[in-house]
């Protein structure tokens, strides 16, 4: 027969599971994964804002991405680095710091495909409208625009997470290596048949605006290219595009492998491990995608260098 703790403010993570032989290979991993996270992200942000040439929309927009990341991986990796190196019976987290966990999780996997939809949006414009761009995509349009990426994530989030706390506990394991919502609803004993429901239209109507957006924007944008027969449109198009696409595909597939695995209990280390990489993995690899790609980007960069050269050689 099951214990019951009713409402404790003390909850126990049950974490990834590691041999005393695979513990610091894992730590060093993951450590070094959130150290790269934090130089690139952090490097393009203040890449975009000391070089006037990349104050542009597309990358002040894009701009979101590397925040988002930034705050997602910085609530999740160092508590789950200092959980590898203690035994079970010792990854312990207060409830209000689980629900803060829970929400920021959420809000990143959320703001990840938003913000792609308003990357999508401004490509559409800068490829199908050329000519009124600069009319449409104003300094004010950017702020409406990062607002509503971030406003409409932080409002279903906030109803899914506060669908969650209104629910009494009775049990006490996380049986995940972070905090998130479905975690935080199973310790309840009461029904969670609404918590389902929303839980399963947030998901279908995030993915379905995602994709939607991106099929709609990008079949418009194909039309274009194919009836132009503008070379250089075509050549910035395919540049421009096939970045976005690249990056929303990375975040799509890892999210997806995540959703996939919670149907299935019995691969439950898988699920830990995806759910750790939805994290990493893109946070690693948007603003190395987009520095390789952007001609901006690498001329500053490759000014940057030549400057040191000349600096360190006289």
Not at 126 to 154: D, E, H, Q
């Amino acid at each position: 027969m099951e214990n019951y703790t009713f409402n404790s403010f003390t909850l126990e993570l049950e974490g990834l599971k590691v041999t005393q032989v695979s513990m610091y290979p894992v730590f060093f991993f993951f450590f070094l994964s959130y150290i790269v996270i934090i130089l690139v992200n952090v490097g393009i942000v203040i890449l975009v804002y000391i070089d006037k040439s990349l104050h542009q929309p597309m990358y002040l927009l894009f701009c979101n991405l590397p925040v988002n990341d930034i705050v997602g991986n910085s609530i999740m990796v160092p508590r789950l680095l200092s959980d590898i190196l203690l035994p079970p019976s010792e990854r312990l987290i207060s409830y209000y710091e689980c629900v803060v966990q829970a929400f920021t999780t959420h809000m990143f996997g959320t703001t990840s495909h938003t913000v792609l939809m308003i990357m999508a949006f401004d490509r559409f414009v800068a490829i199908c409208n050329p000519l009124r761009y600069s009319a449409i995509m104003t300094n004010k349009m950017v702020i409406k625009l990062t607002v509503s990426a971030w406003g409409v994530a932080f409002v279903l989030v906030g109803i899914l997470l506060g669908l969650t706390i209104r629910l009494n506990r009775c049990r006490t394991l996380i049986t995940n290596p972070f905090c998130d919502n479905a975690s935080l609803f199973k310790l309840s004993c009461e029904s969670v048949f609404i918590n389902n429901i929303y839980g399963l239209t947030f998901t279908v109507v995030l993915f379905t605006a995602s994709i939607g957006s991106m099929v709609l924007t990008y079949t418009k944008i194909a039309v274009v290219c194919l009836t132009s027969k503008n070379k250089s449109l075509n050549s910035k198009a395919l540049q421009t595009c096939s970045t976005h696409l690249f990056v929303y595909l990375i975040m799509f597939l890892c999210g997806t492998l995540v959703i996939l695995l919670h149907r299935f209990p019995q691969y439950s280390d898988y699920r830990k491990l995806s759910a750790i990489l939805f994290h990493i993995i893109p946070g690693s690899l948007n603003p190395i995608i987009y520095g390789v790609q952007s001609k901006e980007i690498r001329k500053f960069l490759s000014k940057l260098f030549q400057s040191r050269k000349v600096l360190s050689s006289s």
